[in-house]
């Protein structure tokens, strides 16, 4: 006879009832929450009963499959599988099969302790490695409260790191990872292509493995952060390539990681990546709540650039939701946040952060205010400007993000001729194919200047593009 499941039943007692008051939730009540929560995150509908709740409870089914799983997690608050008293059989393939659109079965859901945040960490690169193409076709980007509810253990104490018999880091394996990391970082700035983010989610795959048998100690901390800091690189090749579902698995693994190697400026630094991306997707809600996630987390260790970093990404949601006195506030603190930086004492994840790009970022968050309060395109002018003139001659990829925003300025302002000009001077830079986010932010602009398709100017502009987009 199976042992009944004490864990999953103390959890749904410990839920009130969603139409009772003062008593706890009943089976039938869990599943239609879990039935509209697999709705909401997948697009399909489950039938999930309180009778296979009930055989859940009693043991009769120990491992539920991973949408039942996911969902259930959501539901009752949990943070991991096995605080709802799901363990895997012996020698069972977790995440070899992620179900299509589903985020939380993207991740095997550990608790947050550095062994099983290093376990999950190789079962997603194991997959995404064995599994390329339909991981990153089926994939896409979560948000809301199944999102948000797994972020948030991140403010909680890491639990007790495992002190067993597992081998330890040395010096000199330490140093070399640091220094492959060191090379791949630099990728992120320039390479997208599939090889590449191959290569970098492989090297990934090996340093969590070895990190899944690692003691306690300095060292293994070290390989935890240099972990942390490929992963953020994973992340952000993913994004710039258009896999929204592989960069948010990836960000969030960078969380994971760098809470292990307690480091909560890097976490932060991974959640304002992952913030960006739901600004990208036009989720300003669920964006600015990551965002409050890392300030929160990061209030007793937060250096100047950090809080800079994290205010711009504070206006990025203000300006999409066109609150335009709430952005005024949060580019005021970023940039008095970035006038106390000392870059001496920063740590590196930040220094992306210099003058030129928070001029650029400033820039673009007042032009997307601008669609709502056209009197701030002054403002968005102004600090592009200051980008493209303190932008180095050599990120090139930079100054054509810079150009391509003030072009479509010049679109909300009424000044096609304008914004066919800089148009005409950014595409030497974004290069003969535009990969990546280059290629979708002329997208834009493309289909922006639909209206004025007859002006002479803005139709050999789009003739250009037209070869670069395919269309």
């Known amino acids: 006879m199976p042992d009944p499941n004490t864990r999953l039943r103390a959890a749904r007692e410990r839920l009130p009832s969603f139409t009772a008051p003062g008593e706890p939730a009943s089976r039938q009540e869990i599943a239609e929450a879990v039935n509209t929560f697999l709705w909401r995150e997948t697009g399909r509908r489950y039938e999930f009963d309180s009778h296979h709740l009930a055989k859940l409870e009693r043991g009769v ?166 972990s942390a800091e490929l992963a953020k690189v994973a992340g952000s090749m993913s994004f710039d390539a258009g896999f929204q579902g592989a960069a948010q698995r990836y960000y969030v693994m960078a969380v994971q990681l760098a809470k292990a190697a307690r480091s909560d400026t890097l976490a932060a630094v991974a959640l304002a990546a992952l913030a960006r991306q739901l600004f990208d997707l036009l989720e300003p809600d669920n964006g600015l709540e990551v965002v409050a996630l890392a300030q929160y987390g990061t209030r007793h260790t937060s250096t100047p650039g950090l809080r800079a970093l994290l205010h711009t990404r504070e206006a990025w949601g203000y300006a999409q939701q066109g609150r335009t006195n709430a952005v005024h506030k949060a580019v005021s603190l970023a940039e008095e946040a970035y006038a106390q930086r000392e870059p001496e004492v920063e740590p590196r994840w930040t220094s992306g952060l210099d003058a030129a790009e928070l001029a650029g970022v400033i820039g673009a968050r007042y032009r997307d205010l601008a669609r709502h309060d056209p009197a701030q395109a002054p403002r968005a002018v102004r600090y592009i400007g200051q980008a493209l003139v303190l932008r180095d001659r050599s990120r090139q990829r930079n100054r054509t993000f810079d150009m391509i925003g003030l072009a479509r300025l010049h679109l909300i302002t009424g000044e096609p001729e304008q914004a066919a000009a800089l148009i005409g001077q950014a595409l030497p830079l974004a290069g003969e194919r535009a990969p990546g986010r280059v290629g979708r932010k002329l997208g834009d602009f493309y289909r922006e200047t639909a209206r004025w398709a007859a002006v002479p100017a803005v139709r050999d502009a789009r003739e250009q593009l037209r070869p670069l987009l395919h269309v």
């Open 61 to 226: 089914i120990g491992w539920p499959t991973a949408p039942y799983r996911a969902a259930l997690r959501a539901v009752l608050h949990a943070s991991c599988d096995d605080e709802l008293g799901f363990f895997a059989p012996r020698g069972a393939r977790r995440g070899s099969a992620p179900t299509p659109r589903l985020w939380s079965s993207g991740f095997s859901a550990p608790c947050w302790e550095p062994g099983g945040i290093a376990a999950a960490a190789d079962e997603t690169t194991r997959t995404d490695l064995i599994n390329r193409r339909d991981v990153l076709a089926s994939a896409t980007a979560a948000t809301g409260s199944a999102l948000l509810s797994f972020l948030s253990v991140w403010l909680e104490p890491l639990r007790t790191a495992r002190s067993g018999p597992g081998s330890a880091f040395s010096v000199t394996e330490v140093e070399a990872l640091e220094q492959v990391v060191a090379v791949l970082r630099g990728w992120s700035r320039s390479a997208v292509s599939g090889l590449a983010r191959s290569a970098v989610v492989g090297q990934l795959h090996e340093m969590v493995g070895q990190l899944r048998q690692a003691s306690a100690g300095p060292l293994t901390d070290r390989a935890f952060l240099a």
